[in-house]
């Protein structure tokens, strides 16, 4: 069993920062893809950023410049540095990993529970 716990998010003015976290835990052999999502009210969910274990990342085009992903690969957690943060970037922030727990074993995807993030004046 694999756990995907979130924290950092909270309320913000616009411009400025938060950082979150994620922690993966359990049964984990190897650690392939983490990656967030969010959740903004009424939309669909969209695809943030992600970062295989090697460091390679993929920023979506909507919040390059502004947000940077990167991750401990000892302490199997992944950070989302937000900064210049506008209205539109509130939404739940979801953690997602590719993992496989174990030798042999097939990557599977696992989500956390997600932290709300809200930018408001």
């Known amino acids: 069993q694999v756990q995907l716990v979130e924290s950092g998010g909270g309320m913000v003015q616009p411009g400025g920062s938060l950082r979150l976290s994620c922690a993966a835990s359990g049964s984990i052999f190897r650690l392939n893809q983490m990656a967030w999502y969010r959740r903004a009210p009424g939309k669909e969910r969209e695809l943030v950023a992600t970062?295989?274990?090697?460091?390679?990342?993929d920023i979506a085009d909507s919040i390059k410049g502004r947000f940077t992903i990167f991750i401990d690969n000892a302490k199997k957690t992944v950070y989302l540095q937000m900064n210049s943060l506008k209205p539109e970037d509130t939404a739940v922030y979801y953690c997602?990993?590719?993992?496989?727990?174990?030798?042999?074993?097939?990557?599977?995807?696992?989500w956390g529970k997600g932290t709300l993030v809200t930018v408001s004046s």
């Open positions: 997602n990993a590719n993992i496989a727990s174990r030798l042999g074993s097939v990557g599977m995807f696992y």
């Open positions: 970062i295989t274990s090697g460091g390679s990342t």
